[in-house]
């Protein structure tokens, strides 16, 4: 469904790219879910879910950056992308991207990724190209596959590292000629302050995976892929959290195992509108909580064969809804407006 064609694109930051142009058109009802139910204030009922982009060697963590324009990776390429929401073109941004899969961009317009190929796993800016490394290890041991990254106003980076699954485990350890592998960290979440070292400021949860910050910034969450809770934090003025505690519950299940035990939420990627509400991408689609978070109901997307992994608003006025996982990129047209303070 896919077309790559060669083609020169403007890029995200304003320059130029040659690049490989992919258009997608939208088929019936991704994964048999034709419309959305309707969520007051948040989406119409009977709005179309549409399928945009499919094909692609993965398709995580779409971002909507300032200027209107969406930004996605490609993890099993190794590549990063960039949407054009009025035309649906995709031109290649980043080559060679470290097997990013989360992205964010701080206020001097570089993209912050998380990399997660093995044996070069770190956090760094992956645009413009040859950006500064933020963080490689955690006290001298390698991180193991570094997931969602976002970036704070004062440069400060939060990420999660959830580290493997049983699957990811079995492939790598094909990849290596069935060494076995090296003892690895233990999933986490981190804090970078700028120009400082990873601090580790979460090891309770089976599999961290999402994070996001609230409008105000004084609030951190992360989802867990293999449990029902999303967990915040009050962020400190150093950066660092406290008060530790469940902020919504998810209801969504995935009917994927991924042998980590736990609930099968498969709670992945994150994302907020202007009025706070928390969206977060869920084995039952994209769930959406109140900034109390209360439950409020779920768009009934799915992204076969798998989940859903991560969603963005972009587009004009940030009003479209984007969901990515297994390779393709969905829309679906929102009343929310996402939140205009920053990219992510």
Not at 107 to 116: D, E, F, Y
Not at 148 to 168: C, E, H, K, R, W
Not at 328 to 339: D, H, K, P, T
Request: charge should be positive.
């Amino acid at each position: 469904m896919t077309r790559i064609s060669c083609a020169v694109a403007l890029c995200v930051l304003g320059l130029q790219t040659s690049a490989d142009v992919a258009k997608g058109q939208a088929p019936p009802a991704p994964g048999g879910a034709v419309v959305a139910a309707d969520i007051p204030g948040v989406v119409k009922a009977g709005t179309a879910i549409e399928r945009i982009v499919t094909g692609l060697n993965g398709l995580d963590d779409p971002i909507g950056l300032m200027d209107g324009t969406l930004v996605f990776s490609e993890p099993g390429a190794r590549r990063i992308h960039r949407l054009d929401p009025r035309t649906n073109q995709v031109s290649v941004l980043v080559g060679e991207s470290n097997e990013s899969h989360g992205i964010t961009q701080d206020k001097t317009g570089r993209l912050i990724s998380a990399q997660a190929w093995d044996g070069s796993t770190r956090i760094a800016v992956v645009y413009p190209p040859g950006g500064e490394v933020l963080a490689a290890n955690f006290e001298g041991r390698p991180f193991s596959r570094p997931n969602d990254v976002i970036v704070a106003s004062n440069g400060g980076v939060y990420f999660t590292d959830p580290g493997l699954t049983v699957q990811q485990a079995d492939e790598l350890v094909k990849r290596q000629g069935g060494k076995p592998l090296s003892p690895r960290l233990p999933p986490a979440v981190y804090y970078v302050r700028p120009g400082g070292r990873p601090v580790r400021i979460e090891n309770r949860m089976i599999r961290p995976n999402g994070i996001q910050l609230s409008r105000d910034e004084k609030t951190l969450y992360v989802s867990d892929s293999n449990g029902a809770d999303v967990i915040a934090w009050d962020i400190q003025p150093d950066g660092l959290v406290r008060n530790r505690r469940v902020f919504g519950t998810l209801t969504g299940r995935s009917l994927r195992d991924n042998g980590l035990g736990g609930i099968k939420t498969f709670a992945d990627g994150m994302t907020i509108d202007n009025d706070g509400r928390l969206y977060v991408a869920t084995g039952g689609g994209v769930e959406v909580l109140s900034p109390q978070g209360r439950h409020l109901g779920a768009i009934p997307v799915k992204c076969p064969p798998a989940d859903c992994q991560n969603i963005a608003f972009s587009g004009p006025e940030k009003r479209t809804l984007y969901i990515a996982g297994a390779g393709s990129l969905y829309r679906v047209a929102m009343v929310a407006q996402g939140f205009t303070g920053r990219p992510k």
